[in-house]
């Protein structure tokens, strides 16, 4: 079974600009997880989705925001980009995001706001 | 609130000898407990995981963990450590009392360094 695939792996954008990440989970997965990922904060959750409706938010500005569609691939979208956004974008898939479930991650998007 | 902490930021181990990586964590109900280890410029690499049953869990490349409900611990270990276990190592827990808007949601550690030297 192919793993979870994030692309892409790196972008460079500017202050102000905007992104979108795009994540493919394993097949049959249908909850997906991002989390962000920096030196200074450490693995930080910022949102989950299961048949397309997002269950739960981490603690982000509303500038973050994502989505997932029919076949459980996800997107997340940051507007208005910041220096303190530069970090690693983690995506995570698991069946049906069970509390017992294992979340599979994704190799990362690694983001540089200059 | 759930929480998870990883006492150690930098664990040194020489080849061939066991190694430990510490964790302890605060649940309001029962802990579900995961290790998982990422190496530069990569994602996380499940390795083990702790639902219910036998405190000794046992997971991928040798690695086992204990869970102890008395001291809210669940540290990983490996009876002898290779150059290629140096890598950045996290605990994550669940917990099972969460509902609504965390369920499902992953705490996660701060993170140890594992260097394994020759």
């Known amino acids: 079974k192919a793993g979870v695939t994030q692309t892409p792996r790196y972008l460079i954008k500017t202050r102000g600009q905007q992104v979108t990440l795009s994540c493919s989970p394993i097949s049959g997965h249908r909850s997906v997880s991002w989390y962000q990922q920096t030196p200074g904060q450490g693995l930080q959750f910022l949102f989950e989705?299961?048949?397309?409706?997002?269950?739960n938010k981490g603690n982000f500005p509303g500038r973050f925001s994502g989505r997932q569609f029919s076949n459980s691939r996800s997107e997340m979208n940051v507007s208005t980009l910041e220096l303190g956004d530069s970090a690693l974008y983690l995506c995570?898939?698991?069946?049906?995001?069970?509390?017992?479930?294992?979340?599979?991650f994704g190799p990362g998007t690694r983001l540089t706001v200059l | 609130a759930q929480s998870v902490a990883q006492p150690e930021d930098q664990v040194n181990v020489a080849e061939g000898n066991p190694l430990t990586v510490k964790c302890t964590y605060s649940v309001s109900g029962n802990p579900y407990l995961f290790w998982y280890v990422q190496y530069p410029n990569r994602g996380l690499q499940f390795l083990l995981k702790y639902i219910t049953g036998d405190n000794l869990v046992k997971g991928s490349y040798g690695f086992e963990a204990e869970f102890n409900k008395s001291q809210t611990s669940f540290h990983l270990k490996k009876p002898s450590a290779l150059v290629s276990d140096s890598a950045l190592y996290f605990c994550a827990v669940r917990d099972s009392a969460d509902r609504g808007s965390t369920l499902g949601r992953l705490y996660f550690g701060r993170g140890t360094q594992l260097t394994v030297w020759p």
């Open positions: 989705y299961f048949s397309e409706t997002q269950r």
């Open positions: 995570a898939s698991s069946p049906s995001g069970a509390s017992t479930d294992t979340q599979y």
